[in-house]
């Protein structure tokens, strides 16, 4: 499965990405939000992926690995729409997403999202997304209310620490 936004290629991501996956989750700058921390080492980055693979077989669609166009064989993040259960929201559809830091500011992260919104609305009988955000995390947060997400609840999912802010996009 392949997906295109203007400025993004976005495929199903597989076995040979392990390595983009640790590069991008094993970041300390890409966790400064995270409570949780980058991932320790490539084992866990391969759990992770094999996740991500195994969303995709199961539901037919989620997390996809991210590239430009301009250079479709780098990885340069990684999203989409998965389903996610957290005690206190119930399963959900959630938007999620990570960049490596070469790739901020430069709007793909509110283009990826307007891409996965699109294809949830295509492709997914779902009546809304949701956006798992920590509260200090302002620019994550921005680019969830560009396309209309709205703040919905607070998650408490962390012991210890502050909650996440829940966002919502009702779709119908």
């Given at each position: 499965?392949?997906?295109?936004?203007?400025?993004?290629?976005?495929?199903?991501?597989?076995?040979?990405?392990?390595?983009?996956?640790?590069?991008?989750?094993?970041?300390?700058?890409?966790?400064?939000?995270?409570?949780?921390?980058?991932?320790?080492?490539?084992?866990?980055s391969n759990h992770v992926l094999d996740t991500w693979i195994e969303h995709w077989e199961?539901?037919?669609?989620?997390?996809?690995?991210?590239?430009?166009?301009?250079?479709?064989?780098?990885?340069?993040?990684?999203?989409?729409v998965s389903w996610l259960d957290k005690d206190g929201l119930g399963t959900v559809l959630?938007?999620?997403?990570?960049?490596?830091?070469?790739?901020?500011?430069?709007?793909?992260?509110?283009?990826?999202?307007?891409?996965?919104?699109?294809?949830?609305?295509?492709?997914?009988?779902?009546?809304?997304?949701?956006?798992?955000?920590?509260?200090?995390?302002?620019?994550?947060?921005?680019?969830?209310?560009?396309?209309?997400?709205?703040?919905?609840?607070?998650?408490?999912?962390?012991?210890?620490?502050?909650?996440?802010?829940?966002?919502?996009?009702?779709?119908?």
């Open positions: 499965m392949h997906y295109e936004t203007e400025r993004l290629t976005l495929r199903i991501p597989n076995v040979k990405d392990a390595a983009y996956v640790f590069r991008i989750y094993g970041d300390p700058v890409t966790n400064q939000f995270n409570p949780a921390g980058p991932h320790a080492d490539q084992s866990v199961t539901h037919g669609f989620g997390l996809w690995a991210i590239a430009d166009k301009a250079a479709p064989q780098q990885v340069i993040g990684f999203g989409g959630n938007l999620g997403y990570r960049f490596a830091p070469s790739a901020w500011g430069q709007g793909l992260a509110t283009e990826l999202g307007r891409g996965a919104i699109d294809y949830a609305q295509q492709y997914l009988e779902v009546d809304a997304l949701y956006g798992l955000v920590r509260n200090n995390h302002e620019k994550s947060i921005r680019v969830l209310e560009k396309p209309g997400f709205e703040h919905f609840d607070h998650l408490h999912e962390v012991p210890g620490a502050s909650p996440s802010r829940v966002l919502r996009l009702v779709l119908r």
